[in-house]
C-alpha cells in the first residue's frame, strides 16, 4: 500500500495520486479483523439503544404541498401530508369513515380528503382516528409509533449532528431489500467489506479503531479510506461509523475533504413482500459540506447534483442491499455463522 494511501490530509487539493495501486485481488485480506463476534457485540450494542419509538419515512423533499404519501411501517399503515403551514402531519392510513386508502386521497388547503365520500382530516383527532406525532427535521420525515415500538417514548427523534443547511448539499437515497432492519444495520457496523465488495469507490481501507478499543457509550468504528474519483486519483479521509440507536447507522467524516459532512442510514421494516418476508426501507441521507471557497459553486449546483449523488448511492445499495438480505437468508434458514 502507498504510504499516502488512504490517510487524510489538509491542503488546498483534496485529490491525490495512488503512486502504486494495488490490484483487486493482491489487496491486504480484511476476514481476519472482521470478526463476526465484533460486528454481532457492536449490533447488539445498537439494539439495545432506545428509539423513541422514531421511524424514518421518507425525504423532506418528496413530501411537497397537496401531495400525501402513503407507507406501512411494520403491520401499521401510515398516512402523512402538509397541513397550511406546512408542518408534517400523519395518522392511520385508512380513513375512519369506511377504510378508504388515505395514501390516494389529495391534500387541499392543508387538508386531507377522502377521496371516497369527502372526509376531511386536518391532522387532529376525528371520529376515532387519532394523528400519529410527527417530526420534519429538515432532510427526513418522521413518525413515532409507539403500539410498534412498544418503548418509552420520546418527544423528538434522534437526529445526528449535521452541517448547517445553508452550508451543505444535501440527497436522500431510497431503497427496498428483503431483510430485516438488522441486516442492514449490520451491514454497515462491518467497515471491512468496504475495499473488496465496492471496489469501485472505495480504496486502501484501513479500520483503526472499533467499538472493542473503548469503554464510551458512543464507541464505533474508526476508518481511514480513499474515495476513488477516477483513475489514479482518490480522495482520502477518515471516518467514523457510529449507531445512535437500533435502526440507524452514522458516519461522520472527521478528517480530509468534507470534513463534518455526514451519511446517515435509517432502517424502517415496511409490509412484508407476497410471500411473507420481511421487507425494510432503507433511507440514506447525504450531508455534504467543505470550508473550501469553491464549494459555493456545488451548493448553487446542488438541484443538478442531487440526481447524481442518489445515483452513487443507489450503486453502492445495490450492492449492500444484497449483502442484507443474504444475512437475512442464512439467519431464517438457521445457517448464519456469525
Known amino acids: 500500500m502507498s504510504p499516502e494511501a488512504g490517510r487524510p ?7 491525490r495520486v495512488r503512486r502504486a495501486p494495488v490490484p483487486w485481488e493482491r489487496q491486504a485480506p480484511t476476514w481476519r ?10 449490533l447488539k450494542r445498537a439494539q439495545s439503544r432506545p428509539s423513541g419509538n422514531w421511524y424514518v419515512i421518507g425525504a423532506s423533499r418528496d413530501l411537497p404541498p397537496r401531495k400525501a404519501l402513503g407507507v406501512t411501517v411494520g403491520s401499521t399503515e401510515v398516512v402523512a401530508w402538509r397541513d397550511r403551514g406546512g408542518k408534517l402531519r400523519t395518522g392511520p392510513g385508512a380513513c375512519p369513515h369506511l377504510g378508504a386508502p388515505l395514501r ?14 369527502g372526509l376531511v382530516l386536518d391532522g387532529e383527532p376525528f371520529a376515532g382516528w387519532e394523528p400519529y406525532p410527527a417530526f420534519d427535521d429538515g432532510v427526513l420525515l418522521w413518525v ?16 445526528p449532528a449535521r452541517p448547517r443547511a445553508r452550508d451543505a448539499v444535501e440527497a436522500v437515497y431510497s431503497g ?8 442492514v444495520v449490520a451491514n454497515r457496523l462491518d467497515p471491512w467489506h468496504g475495499a473488496w465488495f465496492h471496489p469501485y469507490s472505495f ?33 482520502p479521509v477518515r471516518a467514523r461509523f457510529t449507531a445512535p440507536d437500533p435502526r440507524t447507522v452514522v458516519m461522520h467524516i472527521v478528517e480530509g475533504e468534507g470534513a463534518g459532512s455526514v ?6 421494516p415496511i ?13 440514506e441521507a447525504l450531508v455534504a459540506a467543505s470550508d473550501r471557497r469553491g464549494f459555493a459553486v456545488a451548493r448553487a449546483a446542488a438541484p443538478l447534483l442531487r440526481p447524481l449523488m442518489r445515483a452513487t448511492a443507489g450503486r453502492l445499495w445495490r450492492d449492500d442491499l444484497a449483502y442484507a438480505e443474504r444475512r437475512w437468508e442464512l439467519r431464517d434458514s438457521g445457517t448464519f455463522p456469525g
Open 144 to 159: 413515532r409509533l409507539d403500539r410498534m415500538g412498544g418503548e418509552p417514548p420520546s418527544e423528538r427523534p434522534y437526529v
Open 33 to 42: 479483523e472482521a470478526k463476526p463476534g465484533l460486528i454481532t457485540e457492536a
Open 9 to 15: 490530509r489538509s491542503g488546498r487539493i483534496p485529490l
Open 203 to 235: 480504496v486502501d481501507l484501513t479500520v483503526t479503531g472499533t467499538p472493542a478499543d473503548s469503554p464510551a457509550d458512543d464507541a464505533g468504528f474508526t476508518v481511514d479510506v480513499s474515495f476513488k474519483v477516477a483513475g489514479r486519483l482518490v480522495v
Open 176 to 183: 427496498v431489500g428483503r431483510c430485516e432492519p438488522e441486516d
Open 104 to 117: 390516494d386521497s389529495p391534500v387541499r388547503c392543508g387538508t386531507l380528503v377522502c377521496h371516497w365520500h
Open 271 to 283: 409490509a412484508p413482500d407476497e410471500q411473507g418476508k420481511p421487507r425494510t426501507a432503507v433511507t
Open 263 to 268: 451519511v446517515e442510514t435509517h432502517a424502517t
